[in-house]
């Protein structure tokens, strides 16, 4: 039976970081277990094919073990995993970095950042150091003075929704939640743990906010303070110059009741955007003021790629806290993500722990302190230029991928400025899972990611037309209707096809 050992696995002088990143995940997997052969039957699960779960057991050392050693099961799983990384479509990760290698090393230490970033701690093994730097990035980004703002690393964006409104509800304990229909599952699973109140607001075919539907919310619960979520959509940035007058306007007119709000930057599947302006315009005419409202801003996917478009994320606006994924845009081997709130606003949730010999203020108590190096170290690589390139290519993908779908007569949708391609569900469930596609309904979606590329993009467009063939053909099947979904428009069924087509 093999044996995994860090030092022999991790061994320097023979790999150097360095090396290591500039190596194909391939080259990196034969140096770090040599000892098994590199034959191709050793592949269970070809790249082709979904992963199927493997059945594993935990072995006993010295036992008689007949089946295949430690290394090679992990070598058989490195493989599979190497040759998935072509099919990832579906869901909102960039697996597109080198930083694994040069980082690796730092797998010797246990780094927890148990407690408050900001305060010194009694054990040595965190990054804490490198979590303020990374929270510094943000603050500037989001225009928040160092000493006006309080955040953390957390474990990903579901975390920072958690924080996010557990800070409102704090700061307004009779808040009742508002949020899309087209939020995150994470914000009612919030109100559920906290109890709270919570009312869903109709979308619009697009993913946006109904905000009618949110007046009229507000206006039935007038007596209650209002926690709203708001997903803010990329394509609306364009309108913020135009609102911003009357937005500052706003401000300074805001009148007493009090409310929350919740927004979503983003939304999960179409990437639409709630328009904060429009938002606040609506609590002004409901007649809600400032002290009476808390805005937690979802930001999970496209917090990192609206800065370099339009930066329409400001604290210098009402809102109460800001939340990404760090593995989302970014990129990073573990989940992650980051959460800034108003320092004003953080002691309603401290509480001094003597055992820990800090202030408790995080939703989790342990917490990774790898995740901080990873954002640090992929920050200060790829520089604001860097993000702003994989923004653009990313969006000219996105288009790519929309206009040649349109061009197979296949349902499609894509907002303005967003890298989410929403497309009639394919029928074949095996394609589904081969392309590791996220469905809803009778839809599914591609999110055109920094790590996907034009040949995958292809792959997936020709594999596509391939399988509709083969179901459709007979007449005896027909391609989904969608228009309900994503818009008339958009939609390449039997009935709306002439629209689609004249379109
Ligand atoms: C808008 C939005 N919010 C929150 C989340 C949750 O983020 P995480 O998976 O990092 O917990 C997601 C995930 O896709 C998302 O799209």
Redesign the pocket.
């Known amino acids: 039976m093999g044996c995994l050992s860090l030092e022999m696995d991790f061994e320097l002088s023979a790999m150097t970081p360095r090396s290591l990143a500039m190596t194909p995940r391939s080259l990196a997997r034969q140096r770090l277990f040599p000892n098994v052969e590199n034959k191709k039957q050793k592949v269970e699960q070809s790249g082709a094919g979904p992963r199927k779960n493997l059945q594993l057991e935990v072995m006993e050392p010295g036992l008689k073990n007949d089946g295949p050693s430690l290394d090679t099961i992990l070598v058989n799983y490195l493989d599979t995993l190497t040759q998935r990384v072509n099919f990832h479509l579906g869901y909102?990760v960039n697996i597109c970095y080198d930083h694994y290698a040069t980082l690796a090393p730092l797998l010797q230490f246990h780094l927890n950042n148990c407690g408050d970033p900001f305060l010194q701690n009694t054990v040595d093994f965190h990054s804490k150091d490198f979590e303020v730097a990374v929270l510094d990035w943000f603050a500037q980004l989001w225009e928040i003075e160092k000493d006006q703002y309080w955040g953390y690393v957390t474990n990903?964006?579901?975390?920072g929704?958690l924080h996010g409104i557990l800070l409102g509800r704090e700061l307004l304990p009779e808040g009742i939640l508002y949020a899309s229909k087209d939020?995150?599952y994470?914000v009612f699973k919030a109100a559920r743990m906290y109890r709270m109140d919570s009312e869903t607001i109709n979308t619009s075919v697009n993913g946006e906010m109904d905000y009618s539907d949110l007046r009229a919310k507000l206006l039935q619960n007038k007596n209650r303070p209002a926690i709203i979520n708001v997903?803010i959509g990329i394509y609306l940035l364009q309108l913020l110059s135009f609102f911003f007058f009357s937005f500052m306007d706003l401000i300074s007119h805001l009148t007493t009741s009090p409310l929350m709000f919740f927004l979503?930057i983003?939304?999960?599947f179409k990437g639409a955007i709630d328009d904060v302006d429009v938002i606040l315009e609506t609590l002004k005419d409901c007649g809600y003021s400032q002290d009476r409202f808390y805005i937690h801003c979802?930001a999970?996917?496209c917090g990192l790629m609206t800065p370099f478009i339009n930066n329409m994320i400001s604290f210098k606006k009402p809102i109460g806290s800001v939340t990404i994924?760090g593995?989302?845009f970014l990129g990073c081997p573990m989940?992650c993500?980051v959460q800034i709130t108003r320092k004003s606003y953080i002691n309603n949730l401290s509480t001094n722990v003597e055992y820990i010999a800090s202030v408790d203020a995080t939703i989790s108590g342990s917490r990774n302190g790898l995740t901080p190096i990873f954002l640090w170290y992929s920050l200060s690589a790829k520089g604001q230029i860097g993000m702003q390139k994989d923004v653009k290519r990313c969006l000219d993908n996105a288009k790519y991928l929309k206009d040649r779908l349109q061009k197979e007569g296949i349902s499609v949708m894509l907002n303005e400025l967003s890298i989410i391609v929403v497309l009639e569900r394919p029928r074949d469930h095996e394609f589904v899972r081969r392309w590791q596609l996220s469905c809803v309904k009778d839809m599914a979606h591609v999110i055109v990611m920094p790590g996907i590329t034009r040949e995958m993009l292809d792959n997936f467009i020709s594999e596509l037309v391939q399988q509709r063939k083969q179901c459709y053909q007979d007449g005896k099947a027909e391609a989904p209707c969608v228009a309900d979904d994503i818009g008339a428009q958009n939609c390449a069924c039997s009935y709306h096809k002439i629209d689609y087509i004249s379109s």
């Not at 990903?156 to 975390?159: C, D, F, H, L, M």
């Open positions: 909102p990903g964006g579901t975390e929704n939020s995150h994470s997903t979503t983003g939304t999960t979802d999970a996917l994924s593995h989302k989940p993500g």
